[in-house]
């Protein structure tokens, strides 16, 4: 999972599996946003997801928000070569400053 | 759609120098922010601002002075750099709280 200071994590899989990142908070949300930086490149948003959806879905990506447990996971389907990348869950820290996750690497081969 | 440009791509300085970032969007938003990137690390918030000529302070802003003169445009001081540091500085803007549009970034070395 990622949040806090620890280091990134790492996930290595072939194209074509599946793959799940968690995402654990401290502060209480109702809102989770997903984002995936490139390498070389400023992240981008790929999914956000709100308490009252449980779970999101978006071509192969599928979210998931627990408020309760105050955990969220990030699923790609079918991962290709170009899914290749730094996965963050971000949520709102009071006013408007969100804050990133630890982030997850992760590397398709092809 | 719009776009966020940061300049300089890259900035080679040297300690105790002062040396500024700059970014420019022309999606209109108001807000604005400053993030830190280091290797093996997650994104951390140096500055935000949510108008013109309004700073707020994030976790790491220690070391650092922002100004946001209009609203396009929202600048960076490292003011004393430190010996080898290495880190990419993210700038950011956002319409609201759903979502936030990131450049590219500017690499920093310090020799």
């Known amino acids: 999972s990622q949040w806090g200071e620890e280091n990134l994590q790492a996930l290595s899989i072939q194209e074509g599996e599946d793959v799940t990142m968690n995402c654990s908070y401290k502060?209480?949300?109702?809102?989770v946003q997903w984002y995936r930086q490139k390498s070389g490149k400023g992240p981008a948003q790929l999914i956000l997801?709100?308490?009252?959806?449980r779970e999101k879905r978006s071509g192969r990506l599928r979210a998931t928000l627990d408020t309760s447990s105050q955990s969220s996971s990030l699923s790609i389907t079918g991962t290709l070569a170009t899914d290749t990348a730094v996965y963050f869950c971000?949520?709102?820290?009071?006013?408007?400053?969100?804050?990133f996750g630890t982030g997850t690497t992760v590397s398709v081969s092809p | 759609g719009g776009i966020i440009t940061q300049t300089p791509k890259f900035l080679i300085g040297q300690e105790g120098q002062k040396l500024t970032l700059k970014c420019q969007q022309n999606?209109?938003?108001?807000?604005m922010y400053w993030y830190r990137q280091d290797s093996g690390k997650g994104l951390r918030l140096i500055y935000y601002?949510?108008?013109?000529?309004?700073?707020q302070k994030g976790d790491l802003s220690e070391g650092y002075d922002a100004s946001r003169e209009k609203k396009s445009s929202f600048s960076l001081t490292v003011t004393s750099a430190q010996k080898n540091e290495m880190a990419v500085f993210l700038c950011?803007?956002?319409?609201?709280?759903?979502?936030?549009?990131f450049g590219p970034g500017t690499r920093l070395l310090v020799l």
């Open positions: 971000a949520i709102y820290q009071g006013g408007r400053a969100l804050i």
């Open positions: 502060t209480y949300t109702t809102v």
């Open positions: 950011a803007s956002s319409p609201n709280q759903d979502t936030q549009y």
């Open positions: 997801i709100r308490s009252n959806e």
């Open positions: 999606f209109n938003h108001d807000t």
């Open positions: 601002s949510i108008t013109e000529n309004d700073l």
